[in-house]
């Protein structure tokens, strides 16, 4: 098992920029895919940005490439840079993680970080 904490989350102007952290309570490296969902007022949870389990690869959804960056060190700790924020960006964003040799573009992860609120004014 593995226990997740975010943070980094609070309000941004359109256009500003924020960064996310997510610390584990393990080596995620080489263990564990890491990824990024957010979930708006009265919408799904949705996939936002993911890292493979061997830290190689990355998936980003289409609303939101180009602008936001997923990243980990070699430890504990993965990221979320997020640039030219939208209103529309604002939700609760959750980090999670999933065990290894699995689809880490999925929405199937097992393991929650408790959220954390983004807000985008315009």
């Known amino acids: 098992q593995v226990q997740l904490v975010e943070s980094g989350g609070g309000s941004v102007q359109a256009g500003g920029s924020l960064r996310l952290s997510c610390t584990a309570s393990?080596?995620?490296?080489?263990?564990?895919?890491m990824a990024w969902f957010r979930q708006a007022p009265g919408e799904e949870r949705h996939l936002v940005a993911a890292?493979?389990?061997?830290?190689?690869?990355t998936y980003y959804a289409a609303s939101v490439k180009g602008r936001f960056t997923i990243s980990r060190d070699n430890v504990k700790n993965t990221y979320l840079q997020m640039n030219s924020l939208k209103p529309e960006d604002t939700a609760v964003y959750y980090c999670?993680?999933?065990?290894?040799?699995?689809?880490?573009?999925?929405?199937?992860?097992?393991?929650w970080g408790q959220g954390t609120q983004v807000t985008v004014s315009s």
């Open positions: 890292s493979h389990w061997l830290g190689v690869n």
């Open positions: 999670a993680a999933q065990g290894p040799h699995r689809d880490y573009t999925s929405a199937g992860y097992d393991y």
């Open positions: 393990r080596r995620t490296v080489g263990a564990y895919a």
